[in-house]
């Protein structure tokens, strides 16, 4: 039988990653490339996702962190790995409950006219999350946005950093990756 790590590395590896030629969101041409989104909106995949990612939050950056208020990210990436994490703290009647939020490309141009939306205030300390990593360009953006509400990011967990400068680029802002897997430990 397989263990959690196992089962989502084999269901990411049969659902989400894709060799080939691909241009990425950075602009870098690839012969990777990794869409989490098909692992992440699977119900077992989710539900893979909140226990591993709950385990983290919990062993490494509760245990750095206390105060983290809510868990969050760039949509839509982030969206269904921040919500998959905070149900399963949720489930478990986790002493420390995290709220759950996510983070426009821009601002509405409409109702309360906001960048940040759910579960989220002024004042808070969060994890930022991310689906992948690669120069760490929208995770640093969503840093941003968070700080310019107010937010104060204590770590980053992400699902995979593909291990080409965007963990470096992010902790260099003082900020700590947590990711479930790197290129390497997903492809062996």
Same mark, same amino acid.
């Given at each position: 039988?397989?263990?959690?790590? =196992?089962?989502?590395?084999?269901?990411?590896? =049969?659902?989400?990653?894709?060799?080939?030629?691909?241009t990425l969101a950075s602009?870098?041409?690839?012969?990777? &490339?990794?869409?989490?989104?098909?692992? $992440?909106?699977?119900?077992?995949?989710?539900?893979?996702?909140?226990?591993?990612?709950? %385990?983290?939050?919990?062993?490494?950056?509760?245990?750095?962190?206390?105060?983290?208020?809510?868990?969050?990210?760039?949509?839509? #990436?982030?969206?269904?790995?921040?919500?998959?994490?905070?149900?399963?703290? $949720?489930?478990?009647? $986790?002493?420390?409950?995290?709220?759950?939020?996510?983070?426009?490309? %821009?601002?509405?141009?409409?109702?309360? #006219?906001?960048?940040? %939306?759910?579960?989220?205030?002024?004042?808070?300390?969060?994890?930022?999350?991310?689906?992948?990593?690669?120069?760490?360009?929208?995770?640093?953006?969503?840093?941003?946005?968070? =700080?310019?509400?107010?937010?104060?990011?204590?770590? $980053?967990?992400?699902?995979?950093?593909? %291990?080409?400068?965007?963990? =470096?680029?992010?902790?260099?802002?003082?900020?700590?990756? &947590?990711p479930l897997f790197t290129?390497?430990?997903?492809?062996?």
């Open positions: 039988m397989q263990n959690s790590q =196992e089962q989502l590395r084999a269901m990411l590896l =049969e659902k989400s990653v894709r060799t080939g030629t691909f602009g870098k041409i690839s012969d990777l &490339y990794v869409d989490c989104r098909v692992t $992440a909106l699977d119900p077992v995949g989710a539900t893979l996702i909140g226990s591993l990612g709950w %385990e983290v939050v919990q062993r490494d950056i509760l245990s750095r962190f206390p105060d983290i208020a809510a868990i969050g990210g760039m949509t839509m #990436g982030a969206d269904p790995i921040s919500l998959a994490i905070g149900m399963t703290a $949720a489930l478990q009647h $986790a002493p420390h409950l995290l709220q759950v939020f996510t983070v426009r490309k %821009e601002a509405k141009d409409h109702g309360r #006219g906001r960048r940040i %939306e759910g579960n989220f205030n002024a004042g808070d300390t969060v994890i930022v999350v991310d689906d992948v990593i690669t120069t760490g360009g929208s995770t640093l953006k969503a840093i941003d946005a968070i =700080e310019e509400e107010g937010g104060r990011v204590a770590a $980053a967990l992400v699902l995979l950093d593909r %291990e080409e400068g965007g963990r =470096e680029a992010i902790e260099k802002h003082g900020i700590p990756v &947590y290129r390497s430990s997903l492809l062996g």
